[in-house]
């Protein structure tokens, strides 16, 4: 076990506290959670931001939140209209979590994000790195919000080499963490050692010339960034083959719902046959969408056909396909279609 008394001989707490406060005030991103911290915001920003690029979030966070602005809207909202605004940031049973845990907090504790950690991190889809982020962002209370910048962060400067895939890994930095942060000022260190392994201490190439905390950093001493942290990759992604079938009828299109659970559960898409079943597509072939989950790759060729196999689809037009939830991958597929109806576009463009 990491001797923590050893790690922090000869290192300056308040030093290193000084300097990320400082740097981070002053160099922080203007963000659009940030501009008004209060806990429904921060935690609906935390659940975005899991697996997902900042630039890639704050359109959908500004169109999720004028749709939603309070926790009480959000809880009253059918699960379906939820879904659809996120449509497209992908890992959906985030949004279901976060909706059930929200209709929670409005039903027990009147609209009030609870700060007692004991009550908030029973609520549904909540683990240790979201309830770390909005304690210590909206309450200040200093509680270690660990994710893959602030262990590269604390990896780097004090030449820890725990494998940072392992859960175990993540527990010890929760320690360094609480051992670091200077209680008075959580939301500052939290967010600023974020920020610090978000735009310098990247994963290649960091900028340590512009690092508030190089000083004392065990990897730019001894010229290990590149070394550090230590992550074993993960196994090979399951491939999967489907053939998409695109079937217009008298001005609408066939989508078919995929199941209520599972990958992508309850959203529409073009029906899929899944490749090597021996049943040949009798339709004009349009080319090959790739998609990557987190697990999975597919790699679906798209048909245009007269006639579908017997399933459980319903025809659509534009306007109805526009009211409904799909993935990125019939995203893509709709574009290699060539779907031009404009309410589908203009809603797809988020």
């Given amino acids: ?67 939603f602005p309070t926790m009480e809207s959000l809880a009253e909202a059918e699960p379906e209209d939820v879904v659809k605004y996120w449509e497209g940031l992908g890992y959906y049973s985030r949004v279901r979590n976060l909706h059930q845990a929200v209709r929670e907090v409005v039903a027990v504790y009147d609209g009030i994000v609870p700060e007692e950690k004991e009550r908030f991190e029973k609520l549904k889809g909540v683990g240790p790195y979201t309830t770390g982020a909005v304690l210590s962002i909206a309450y200040n209370q200093p509680e270690p919000a660990v994710d893959g910048n602030v262990m590269r962060v604390m990896s780097r400067q004090f030449g820890i080499y725990d494998d940072i895939a392992l859960p175990k890994t993540r527990k010890l930095f929760e320690r360094v963490v609480r051992r670091l942060m200077d209680p008075s000022h959580a939301s500052d260190f939290n967010e600023g050692v974020m920020e610090l392994g978000a735009t310098v201490c990247t994963p290649k190439n960091p900028m340590c010339s512009l690092c508030p905390v190089q000083e004392h950093c065990y990897a730019y001493t001894h010229n290990v960034q590149e070394e550090l942290p230590v992550k074993t990759k993960k196994g090979a992604s399951r491939i999967e083959m489907y053939d998409a079938l695109y079937c217009r009828r008298d001005g609408k299109t066939a989508y078919v719902k995929r199941p209520d659970a599972g990958l992508l559960a309850g959203m529409w898409q073009y029906p899929l046959t899944e490749r090597g079943t021996g049943e040949q597509v009798n339709g004009t072939y349009v080319g090959q969408v790739k998609h990557v989950f987190s697990h999975i790759v597919w790699y679906l060729d798209l048909y245009v056909v007269e006639t579908l196999p017997e399933g459980d689809w319903v025809w659509l037009d534009g306007e109805e396909r526009a009211k409904l939830t799909v993935s990125v991958a019939q995203q893509k597929l709709e574009q290699m279609a060539g779907v031009d109806d ?9």
């Fill in 1 to 67: 076990m990491l001797d923590l008394d050893k790690l922090f001989t000869n290192y300056t707490i308040p030093e290193f506290n000084e300097n990320l406060v400082t740097w981070f005030n002053r160099e922080k991103r203007d963000l659009p959670w940030r501009h008004n911290k209060n806990p429904y915001r921060v935690w609906v920003s935390e659940v975005m931001l899991q697996q997902t690029r900042v630039d890639t979030v704050i359109p959908y966070f500004n169109r999720f939140m004028e749709r």
């Fill in 342 to 350: 404009e309410t589908v576009r203009r809603n797809d463009d988020v």
